[in-house]
């Protein structure tokens, strides 16, 4: 097992274990503290469980290497994982929004109580732990998956606000704002699963690295010894890496074998510089 999977394995498996504690928590609060705002939180917090679910399995699957029908491996897994990943968000965004309105259509009398109170504390502070140890972790190993993971994370913390907010108003005497805090959830979950399900159709379609990369790519190449010039930098975001396809001008009066020496020695410079490169293509043009 890769440092990769073993992270990616070991933070899943975490947050699953939080979430599953965390949502029972927050239905109970939510029922017996008398907030539809917390029970719609608890909702969104046990989709964070199936959600992470999809995550592990994408990190299990991607992990593979390359054979015979996947010559080029199985990274683009992963961001079949944030894609199913975004559309669970939805789902369970819209689902929070309906009881909402449902809710409002039909006030109820009953104010929340300072268990369901206790309960969004609670639950933003878990949750803003996760966001921030779930993402220390996708950084680490490049996964966008587990990115999407800890945005999740992210979004119920700031649900939780909302139904913070919602709690202190009908306890205040405002019963609406209760049924108010369940759509503002809806509206945020919803945003998330948008940016989410937009970045993995980015990853499907083999969109090019950012601007900036590939500036630092040039420039990295163009600095190795015996490479004249730059043709031509293509690159390619597959899953959680990155191909690139690059043209490099060396002398015409070098022999084959040194032209070919040059070009391997940058393909390992690269591969070396910048980690998230699973493969440098290179092409050898001729220059005066």
């Not at 989410?196 to 590939?214: F, G, P, Q, V, Y």
């Given at each position: 097992m890769s440092r990769e999977e073993r992270i990616g394995l070991r933070v899943s498996w975490m947050t699953i274990i939080l979430n599953l504690i965390l949502s029972f928590f927050k239905f109970i609060a939510g029922f017996f503290g008398h907030s539809m705002a917390m029970i719609s939180d608890s909702i969104h917090s046990a989709s964070d469980v199936f959600s992470t679910l999809i995550v592990l399995i994408g990190l299990k699957l991607s992990a593979k290497g390359a054979d015979q029908e996947h010559p080029y491996g199985h990274e683009r897994i992963e961001s079949?994982?944030?894609?199913?990943?975004?559309?669970?968000?939805?789902?369970?965004?819209?689902?929070?929004?309906y009881k909402g309105i449902q809710s409002f259509l039909s006030p109820h009398t009953i104010f929340p109580t300072f268990l369901a109170l206790a309960a969004a504390l609670v639950s933003i502070i878990s949750k803003e732990a996760m966001f921030w140890y779930s993402r220390s972790a996708a950084l680490k190993i490049h996964s966008n998956a587990l990115m999407a993971d800890a945005w999740h994370h992210r979004s119920d913390a700031m649900s939780s606000i909302g139904s913070m907010i919602g709690i202190l108003g009908s306890m205040a005497g405002f019963t609406w704002c209760d049924s108010l805090a369940s759509f503002v959830i809806c509206i945020i979950i919803l945003k998330v699963s948008l940016d989410?399900?937009?970045?993995?159709?980015?990853?499907?379609?083999?969109?090019?690295?950012?601007?900036?990369?590939?500036f630092q790519i040039r420039m990295f190449i163009l600095s190795i010894k015996n490479v004249q010039s730059l043709d031509s930098l293509k690159t390619r975001i597959f899953g959680n890496r990155v191909y690139i396809e690059v043209e490099i001008g060396v002398l015409g009066s070098y022999s084959l074998e040194q032209a070919h020496c040059i070009a391997h020695l940058v393909h390992d410079q690269v591969e070396e510089e910048f980690p998230i490169i699973k493969h440098c293509m290179v092409h050898v043009n001729p220059t005066k």
């Open positions: 079949l994982s944030s894609l199913f990943l975004a559309i669970l968000l939805f789902a369970s965004g819209c689902f929070i929004g989410i399900l937009k970045d993995a159709i980015k990853e499907l379609l083999d969109t090019s690295c950012s601007r900036e990369m590939e």
